[in-house]
């Protein structure tokens, strides 16, 4: 279909197609140019300015002479060309030219585009007219011609373009020639890829989205929280400055600063069985005081390790120990920077004296409790597992409240002057009856130390010969005897004599029977009283005694003979 042509003057184009010669047989043909036509206004041609140069023999594209001064063409919008054609004014319209053997076409509406498109002036040429003989070809476009059925355009909505557009007759196809193709149409742009996101993906998105809230909503409510308790007011409580103040040397702080140094922790490990223990220096040559039951799970091959308070790790081994007094010597070799600690006298300890008593409870090394001295000379028995009593310990013990602990055995208990005047060994625990060295049950107040005074004499003896000598009287006692004091046995162990011949009793003149009944103006109730009163003394001291024979009590003197441990 034509272009709905502009009135006004027709538009200049500054490159145009040579004049096409037409034979004379062309001229025939062409069909006379209606009557009615409007003439084109004729616009007189203005003569070309002459250029500075000469004529470019290749013309200067794209629009050629008269040169790239030339101005520019008018922009021409093209208008898409309706379906039913282009109206035109009347009397332009022209009929089709008539082919023999052909039926003849409709009358054409006035002012309308023929159905097969506007006739255009034959091409000059040998193909001007058909060939004789041969069937006419069918008609060919002129190039710029509008297609026989017009060109396809989308339905337009609103009022139509220009002129009166009748609507498509009922049964009319509409062409498909150019596929709804219309070159002035801008191509809409392809639609954008949708993008699909997979279930798991939507999923892990709502659960970051939920942790997400979730942390900053509990960040809200937390400070929320905070600021409704304290009011909104950020709490600063006050404190005291750090103070370097340096303790008094008699508190259980400097006590303790002077003690803990000289203290160790001791860990034994035999064939069957291991256990631990405290022990504290006596000397600069390694040895280390501590109770017979700590290192008597190693035996004879077991392995003794010593813990000192800087962290320092060292083997040991025994010196010498003694079951009847429950003491043990160990050493070791090549440490130095060793701390000894000083002792002191227990007959100078008096009922109240403040204490502190140091260990390793329950392997908890440098552990420090405090108390008082609650009692003196308390006798206490440890042992007595073996069926012939050799394990038995007699103790002449000094009591205490300060807590003592399963592991605290064989710490010191020191004086308020930083002085030992006890080695602890044993408590007395709530769920058993007496002893020494005590069940898992813990303190409960009543903690039991040998005297230095014992502890020293027998460290002496341990570390020069190795073994420890008791101090004796020469008779065997009757340990199941339930009147009040000790009774003298009227049958020796083994079928032996009750009493020593030549011993300190037979010298004392006590015979198989005898009950004594004081020690040194102190009463015994039973032979084990008897026992650690007389271990709490040296062989040579010399005691006195009260006896009771046949109802009636009488004095005697002796001194202490001498046995060996060993």
Same mark, same amino acid.
Request: contains cysteine.
């Given at each position: 279909m034509d272009e709905p042509k502009a009135p006004g003057p027709k538009p200049k184009w500054w490159s145009r197609p040579a004049a096409e010669k037409r034979t004379e047989a062309?001229?025939?043909?062409?069909?006379?140019?209606?009557?009615?036509?409007?003439?084109?206004?004729?616009?007189?041609?203005e003569r070309a300015p002459r250029p500075l140069h000469e004529p470019d023999p290749y013309s200067t594209p794209p629009y050629g002479d008269p040169g790239p001064w030339a101005p520019a063409p008018p922009v021409q919008h093209p208008v898409a060309t309706p379906a039913q054609g282009t109206h035109i004014p009347p009397g332009m319209a022209q009929a089709p030219p008539q082919t023999s053997g052909m039926a003849q076409a409709p009358p054409q509406a006035p002012g309308m585009t023929p159905p097969h498109g506007t006739t255009l002036p034959p091409v000059a040429g040998p193909a001007a007219g058909p060939v004789p003989g041969q069937s006419a070809p069918p008609p060919m476009p002129h190039p710029g011609m509008t297609p026989p059925h017009g060109t396809q355009v989308p339905p337009v909505t609103g009022e139509p373009h220009q002129g009166h557009q009748p609507p498509m007759a009922a049964?009319?196809?509409?062409?498909?020639?150019?596929?709804?193709?219309?070159?002035?149409?801008?191509?809409?742009?392809?639609?954008?890829?949708?993008?699909?996101?997979?279930?798991? +993906?939507?999923?892990?998105?709502?659960?970051?989205?939920?942790?997400?809230? #979730?942390?900053?909503? +509990?960040?809200?409510?937390?400070?929320?929280?905070?600021?409704?308790?304290?009011?909104?007011?950020d709490v600063k409580l006050p404190q005291a400055p750090v103070e370097k103040e340096a303790r008094s040397p008699g508190s259980v702080a400097g006590i303790a600063a002077r003690s803990l140094p000289g203290v160790v922790t001791i860990h034994v490990r035999g064939s069957s069985e291991e256990g631990t223990g405290t022990g504290f220096v006596l000397d600069k040559r390694g040895h280390i005081l501590t109770n017979n039951h700590v290192v008597q799970p190693a035996g004879t091959d077991g392995d003794i390790s010593v813990t000192f308070n800087s962290g320092q790790d060292a083997d040991a081994k025994v010196i010498g120990r003694d079951t009847g007094y429950d003491l043990a010597v160990i050493k070791v070799d090549r440490v130095s920077g060793l701390t000894p600690l000083p002792l002191g006298n227990s007959d100078s300890v008096a009922v109240g004296d403040p204490v502190v008593a140091i260990g390793a409870p329950f392997d908890l090394a440098g552990t420090v409790t405090?108390?008082?001295?609650?009692?003196?000379?308390?006798?206490?028995?440890? +042992?007595?597992?073996?069926?012939?009593?050799?394990?038995?310990?007699?103790?002449?013990a000094l009591q205490t409240d300060a807590p003592i602990n399963p592991g605290n055995s064989g710490g010191p208990l020191v004086d308020r002057k930083g002085r030992v005047i006890g080695i602890n060994s044993a408590i007395r625990a709530a769920d058993e009856g007496s002893g020494l060295g005590?069940?898992? #049950?813990?303190?409960?107040?009543?903690?039991?130390?040998?005297?230095?005074?014992?502890?020293?004499?027998?460290?002496?003896?341990?570390?020069?010969?190795g073994k420890a000598t008791h101090p004796v009287i020469g008779v065997t006692l009757d340990m199941g005897y339930t009147g009040d004091g000790a009774r003298v046995n009227t049958e020796g162990a083994g079928g032996g004599a009750p009493v020593t011949s030549g011993g300190p009793g037979d010298k004392a003149g006590i015979e198989p029977g005898d009950v004594i009944t004081?020690?040194?103006?102190?009463?015994?109730?039973?032979?084990?009283?008897?026992?650690?009163?007389?271990?709490?003394?040296?062989?040579?001291?010399?005691?006195?005694?009260?006896?009771?024979?046949?109802?009636?009590?009488?004095?005697?003197?002796?001194?202490?003979?001498?046995a060996s441990s060993g």
């Amino acid at each position: 279909m034509d272009e709905p042509k502009a009135p006004g003057p027709k538009p200049k184009w500054w490159s145009r197609p040579a004049a096409e010669k037409r034979t004379e047989a062309a001229a025939d043909q062409a069909p006379p140019e209606p009557v009615d036509a409007p003439m084109e206004e004729r616009v007189p041609e203005e003569r070309a300015p002459r250029p500075l140069h000469e004529p470019d023999p290749y013309s200067t594209p794209p629009y050629g002479d008269p040169g790239p001064w030339a101005p520019a063409p008018p922009v021409q919008h093209p208008v898409a060309t309706p379906a039913q054609g282009t109206h035109i004014p009347p009397g332009m319209a022209q009929a089709p030219p008539q082919t023999s053997g052909m039926a003849q076409a409709p009358p054409q509406a006035p002012g309308m585009t023929p159905p097969h498109g506007t006739t255009l002036p034959p091409v000059a040429g040998p193909a001007a007219g058909p060939v004789p003989g041969q069937s006419a070809p069918p008609p060919m476009p002129h190039p710029g011609m509008t297609p026989p059925h017009g060109t396809q355009v989308p339905p337009v909505t609103g009022e139509p373009h220009q002129g009166h557009q009748p609507p498509m007759a009922a049964g009319t196809a509409p062409t498909t020639q150019w596929g709804g193709y219309d070159p002035w149409t801008v191509a809409a742009p392809p639609p954008a890829e949708r993008k699909t996101v997979s279930r798991r +993906g939507a999923w892990l998105a709502v659960l970051l989205i939920a942790l997400v809230a #979730g942390c900053v909503g +509990g960040g809200i409510g937390a400070y929320v929280e905070r600021d409704s308790v304290s009011g909104g007011v950020d709490v600063k409580l006050p404190q005291a400055p750090v103070e370097k103040e340096a303790r008094s040397p008699g508190s259980v702080a400097g006590i303790a600063a002077r003690s803990l140094p000289g203290v160790v922790t001791i860990h034994v490990r035999g064939s069957s069985e291991e256990g631990t223990g405290t022990g504290f220096v006596l000397d600069k040559r390694g040895h280390i005081l501590t109770n017979n039951h700590v290192v008597q799970p190693a035996g004879t091959d077991g392995d003794i390790s010593v813990t000192f308070n800087s962290g320092q790790d060292a083997d040991a081994k025994v010196i010498g120990r003694d079951t009847g007094y429950d003491l043990a010597v160990i050493k070791v070799d090549r440490v130095s920077g060793l701390t000894p600690l000083p002792l002191g006298n227990s007959d100078s300890v008096a009922v109240g004296d403040p204490v502190v008593a140091i260990g390793a409870p329950f392997d908890l090394a440098g552990t420090v409790t405090a108390g008082i001295i609650s009692a003196k000379e308390r006798p206490i028995t440890a +042992g007595g597992e073996k069926e012939d009593g050799s394990d038995v310990s007699y103790v002449d013990a000094l009591q205490t409240d300060a807590p003592i602990n399963p592991g605290n055995s064989g710490g010191p208990l020191v004086d308020r002057k930083g002085r030992v005047i006890g080695i602890n060994s044993a408590i007395r625990a709530a769920d058993e009856g007496s002893g020494l060295g005590g069940g898992q #049950g813990g303190s409960i107040g009543l903690g039991f130390a040998i005297p230095i005074n014992q502890g020293k004499r027998v460290a002496e003896e341990l570390i020069n010969t190795g073994k420890a000598t008791h101090p004796v009287i020469g008779v065997t006692l009757d340990m199941g005897y339930t009147g009040d004091g000790a009774r003298v046995n009227t049958e020796g162990a083994g079928g032996g004599a009750p009493v020593t011949s030549g011993g300190p009793g037979d010298k004392a003149g006590i015979e198989p029977g005898d009950v004594i009944t004081e020690v040194d103006g102190v009463r015994v109730h039973s032979g084990q009283e008897l026992i650690v009163k007389i271990r709490s003394h040296r062989p040579g001291d010399r005691l006195r005694l009260s006896v009771e024979r046949d109802g009636k009590e009488h004095a005697a003197e002796l001194t202490l003979g001498s046995a060996s441990s060993g």
